[in-house]
């Protein structure tokens, strides 16, 4: 049995969430394999290798995986996919874009967001916004995965010893062509691999307010900054700060919820924090169900004090 992963990276670097996804490969068991699908890639295929647990490295360093278009990569996936049991990828946006395709054109259902495996075919995922747990068994010949990489501790990034081999490029279908890509810089951690978060919601009342007491305390925690939906469709800040359902799913060591009620599909997206530290004036706001630390008062008063007995 062979597992087929899909590294999720930017042609620069490998990105942390492949190494989640490795360890969901380890639980299946069996000979896992990266797929490394872009071009000019070299640097990550050399740091695929590195990876704990990883037997081999395929490479596609190829025009047409430039950009990882969902199309071409898809393509790529299902001609090589047919000599594995299981393709893995990671449950971000680029897993998400590519991961149907394939099911699709394999002819096979996507079990998607898995957070735990049972066994090489039973694996266990959220449904309800994360308020039940469905265990799935799949009866495909090839089951298409996507992982929710905050249900597996990541493998070790050194150690290993994979052979690479060099995967020829598949056609490149013209289907869709890259126009451009604006990605927001910012000196502060990546939200979704960041050991602690500062996340504000509604009850900062705007964006001024949201920057002004957020910004100092996650200087202090060298944390990155996250919000609720509510206050992303206020307008406080861009949707990539989103977290929740429909926004990104994060297990910090360390979460702060300011301001946040606590909506379910906010839930959704931070409840497997190892420590919640909230901060409501509403004592009732079911975002203390899931707190490990609750501060009842009013957050124009109580953040800055934090902040200055932060030193």
């Not at 872009?38 to 490479?59: D, E, R, Y």
């Not at 606590?262 to 004036?281: E, F, P, R, W, Y």
């Not at 975002?287 to 501060?295: C, E, H, T």
């Amino acid at each position: 049995m062979a597992i087929l992963v899909l590294a999720e990276h930017d042609n620069a670097s490998l990105k942390p969430a492949t190494l989640n996804t490795v360890a969901a490969a380890v639980k299946i068991g069996g000979d896992i394999h990266i797929l490394v699908a872009g071009q000019g890639c070299g640097a990550v295929a050399a740091a695929a290798a590195k990876v704990a647990g990883v037997a081999k490295v395929l490479v596609a360093d190829a025009a047409p995986y430039a950009d990882q278009t969902a199309e071409n990569v898809a393509a790529l996936v299902v001609g090589l996919g047919k000599s594995y049991s299981h393709i893995l990828a990671a449950a971000t946006s680029n897993g998400k874009n590519i991961l149907p395709r394939v099911a699709a054109l394999l002819d096979v259902a996507q079990i998607s967001e898995i957070i735990a495996v049972e066994a090489a075919d039973t694996f266990v995922r959220p449904i309800y916004a994360g308020n039940a747990l469905a265990t799935v068994k799949s009866a495909d010949a090839i089951k298409v995965i996507s992982v929710r990489t905050t249900g597996f501790d990541a493998v070790a990034a050194e150690g290993g010893t994979a052979a690479t081999e060099n995967v020829a490029a598949a056609a490149d279908l013209g289907i869709a062509k890259f126009i451009s890509r604006e990605i927001s810089k910012s000196e502060r951690p990546e939200l979704s691999a960041a050991k602690v978060i500062v996340s504000g919601g509604r009850g900062l009342a705007s964006g001024e307010n949201y920057h002004k007491l957020l910004e100092p305390l996650a200087d202090k925690l060298g944390a990155a900054l996250g919000a609720s939906r509510a206050a992303v469709d206020a307008g406080f800040v861009p949707n990539d700060y989103q977290v929740g359902q429909t926004g990104k799913i994060v297990a910090p060591q360390l979460y702060f919820a300011i301001g946040i009620s606590g909506a379910i599909q906010h839930l959704a997206g931070m409840k497997d924090s190892k420590v919640i530290v909230a901060i409501n004036k509403d004592e009732d706001a079911p975002i203390f169900q899931v707190a490990d630390y609750g501060l009842v008062g009013d957050l124009f008063t109580a953040v800055p004090e934090l902040v200055a007995a932060l030193g």
